[in-house]
């Protein structure tokens, strides 16, 4: 745990150049959500430290990773579903 918790801060102080990139690093923390649930808070870090430093990469993206359809009005997902809340942290 301790050693993915250093790696979710390493991420945390990258830069990334792309969109593809961003999209990727967040996919890939939050499958790692699914897999370590005892590492949420650290990816919640991360992710929000991510969103920070990033919001050119972010803001293009926030409609594909919240599921919000600019026509319909959907129900919001779960405050119980831990990627659910990582995507909140982005913002």
């Known amino acids: 745990m301790e050693i993915r918790e250093a790696l979710h801060e390493m991420l945390a102080n990258c830069t990334l150049s ?52 600019p026509y319909l009005e959907l129900t919001e997902p779960s405050l119980e579903d831990n990627c659910y809340i990582g995507l909140l942290m982005l913002h």
């Open 18 to 69: 792309t969109t593809s990139a961003w999209k990727s690093c967040i996919d890939n923390l939050l499958e790692n959500t699914k897999r370590y649930p005892q590492d949420r808070f650290s990816i919640w870090k991360c992710l929000q430290k991510l969103g920070t430093k990033h919001p050119q990469l972010t803001s293009p993206l926030v409609a594909e990773l919240l599921n919000i359809h």
